[in-house]
């Protein structure tokens, strides 16, 4: 099993660029997770998907967003990036959203807006 | 509102004593679960160990244990034996059981001397 998988690991952006970072997970998890985390700082909740077709919003949702189309597929995407946005970006998912389910974490994307 | 605090921003260990690092938390939910991840300079995430509000006894995997203290609010990581691979980023996090959601400390950078 590859677990969670995060595409492209690295990625260099202009501003007012737009990508799409794409998590997938083998583990038939139906919670999935983006977050961030900036430097000196713990992990921020973007979005999560409590199944496929269904998306909410994290602490931190603001230009950014998601889609959930396969079970096992997580999109997230940035329309127009921001240097406010680097960041690293990591991908996680969970087989139920409450008790001692562990989220499981990719290996993190690093994205650099200039 | 959820909320995780980690007091010390880096700590050092010698090579085969115990640390412990330091995690209070604040909540409104009756329920909830307290997690405890490793980040390498690697960077993945690595799940530790969980602890339920309403587990009698403490968790403990392997060389790692929580001090699980209700009254008190917090739940401290303790490291007994330690390596020079435990160097690493420690973060608490918590998640209350009205939400899915997985709310992260700012973290421990953990140094073990030889």
């Known amino acids: 099993n590859a677990g969670v998988t995060q595409t492209p690991k690295f990625r260099v952006l202009k501003t007012g660029q737009s990508m799409t970072l794409l998590c997938a997970q083998d583990?038939?998890?139906?919670?999935m997770y983006w977050y961030r985390q900036d430097p000196g700082m713990g992990l921020r909740l973007i979005h999560y998907s409590v199944g496929e077709g269904t998306t909410a919003k994290g602490e931190v949702p603001d230009g950014y967003n998601v889609s959930r189309l396969k079970k096992q597929n997580f999109l997230l995407g940035l329309e127009s990036a921001a240097p406010s946005q680097t960041s690293v970006y990591f991908c996680?998912?969970?087989?139920?959203?409450?008790?001692?389910?562990?989220?499981?974490f990719g290996p993190g994307t690093r994205l650099t807006v200039t | 509102a959820q909320k995780i605090t980690q007091t010390q921003p880096g700590m050092f260990v010698q090579e085969k004593e115990a640390v412990t690092l330091d995690c209070t938390y604040d909540?409104?939910?009756?329920?909830?679960?307290l997690f405890w991840y490793k980040q390498p300079s690697s960077g993945e995430m690595i799940f530790l160990i969980y602890q339920g509000s309403y587990d009698q006894q403490n968790a403990t995997e392997g060389r790692y244990s929580l001090n699980f203290q209700k009254a008190r609010k917090s739940a401290n990581l303790v490291i007994s034996a330690s390596q020079l691979g435990d160097s690493a980023m420690y973060f608490c996090a918590m998640r209350g059981d009205s939400s899915y959601k997985l709310i992260f400390g700012s973290g421990t950078r953990l140094l073990v001397r030889p």
């Open positions: 996680a998912s969970s087989y139920s959203g409450q008790g001692e389910a562990e989220q499981y």
């Open positions: 583990m038939n998890h139906e919670y």
């Open positions: 909540t409104s939910d009756p329920s909830y679960g």
